[in-house]
């Protein structure tokens, strides 16, 4: 998932207007950082690993958090 870095959000060509955060593009996105994707978001599932990715030599070029979360099993 990509993260709140500068990178993305120059990216994402997002810029504050008043107290609100405005993509060009006008699509609404969920730039949250590494911190609060691990400690609010995916609270509640079992991360077993993450990663932090500068993705300077990709397509998209973009800073992604990627994670591996373990299923638990249900009886």
């Given at each position: 998932?990509?993260?709140?870095?500068?990178?993305?959000?120059?990216?994402?060509?997002?810029?504050?207007?008043?107290?609100?955060?405005?993509?060009?593009?006008?699509?609404?996105?969920?730039?949250?950082?590494?911190?609060?994707?691990?400690?609010?978001?995916?609270k509640?599932?079992?991360v077993?690993?993450?990663?932090?990715?500068?993705?300077?030599?990709?397509?998209?070029?973009?800073?992604?958090?990627?994670?591996?979360?373990?299923?638990?099993?249900?009886?």
């Open positions: 998932m990509p993260i709140r870095t500068k990178k993305n959000l120059r990216a994402y060509k997002t810029r504050k207007e008043k107290k609100k955060e405005i993509h060009v593009d006008q699509i609404y996105r969920n730039l949250w950082t590494k911190k609060y994707w691990l400690n609010t978001i995916l509640d599932f079992n077993v690993e993450y990663k932090e990715r500068n993705n300077k030599n990709s397509i998209s070029g973009l800073d992604e958090l990627m994670v591996v979360i373990k299923k638990v099993n249900s009886i």
